[in-house]
């Protein structure tokens, strides 16, 4: 069984929730709790291959949220930068965070694959209020060589689906070709990680 880490990305209220709820349940939740970190599990099967996935959503509320990425970014196999269509500010917090990935892998994984990244753009439905247009999310994508999509999690979980299904065909491949794997286990688990710095709160869905 393989096992897949995913970390979600992004400014407050941007639907980093919405986003991975739409995924796991195809339901869209109007409101969440908030105000702590958050670990999702899920069995799935994905080209034949069972697979134990794992997501981080932390609260971007929380200050220790601010500083996820100082230390467990090696801990995820793969990423999700979540920025609103209608919120500008949202869209330059995704590049700095997006730049933050690379400097941290950069600095940790020297010789490996860059780190399977998808930038999304959610919240389409509001594009009567747009303060991005596709093709900024698109040239900001390119440039930082990760995947983009925009969806909206109130409206479809269709295209949800499909990226979360690429992202985990993409990390998947990235581990097959990954020779020093770094990945945190046993006691260095994320879900220790989470429970030792933010306190305990796990989900199954
Ligand atoms: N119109 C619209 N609203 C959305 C969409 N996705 C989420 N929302 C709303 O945006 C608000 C924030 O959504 P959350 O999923 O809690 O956002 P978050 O990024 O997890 O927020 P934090 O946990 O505070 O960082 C909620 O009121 C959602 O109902 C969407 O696609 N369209």
Redesign the pocket.
């Known amino acids: 069984m393989n096992d897949i880490k995913l970390a979600?990305l992004?400014?407050?209220?941007?639907?980093?929730?919405?986003?991975?709820?739409?995924f796991l349940t195809r339901r869209?939740?109007?409101?969440?709790a908030?105000?702590a970190n958050s670990l999702y599990h899920k069995r799935l099967s994905i080209d034949g291959r069972q697979l134990n996935l794992e997501v981080f959503?932390?609260?971007?509320?929380s200050t220790e949220?601010r500083c996820i990425l100082e230390e467990p970014v090696d801990w995820a196999d793969g990423f999700i930068v979540?920025y609103?269509i209608?919120d500008l500010t949202s869209f330059l917090n995704a590049k700095h965070i997006l730049r933050q990935i690379k400097e941290a892998r950069t600095d940790t994984c020297k010789g490996e694959a860059e780190v399977p990244v998808y930038l999304v753009g959610?919240?389409?439905?509001?594009c009567h209020a747009r303060q991005v247009c596709e093709e900024e999310g698109r040239a900001l994508a390119r440039e930082n060589r990760c995947h983009f999509q925009e969806?909206?999690?109130?409206?479809?979980h269709q295209e949800i689906s499909g990226l979360f299904t690429r992202l985990i065909r993409q990390v998947m491949e990235h581990l097959k070709h990954r020779t020093d794997r770094r990945r945190y286990s046993g006691s260095k688990s994320m879900a220790k990680l989470i429970n030792n710095v933010f306190g305990k709160r796990r989900k199954s869905v």
Do not use: T, W
Request: charged share 20%; aromatic share 4%.
């Open positions: 979600l992004g400014s407050e209220g941007v639907g980093k929730s919405a986003v991975l709820v739409r869209f939740i109007g409101e969440y908030s105000n959503d932390p609260c971007s509320q949220a979540v609103n209608s959610n919240k389409q439905d509001l969806v909206s999690a109130a409206e479809d």
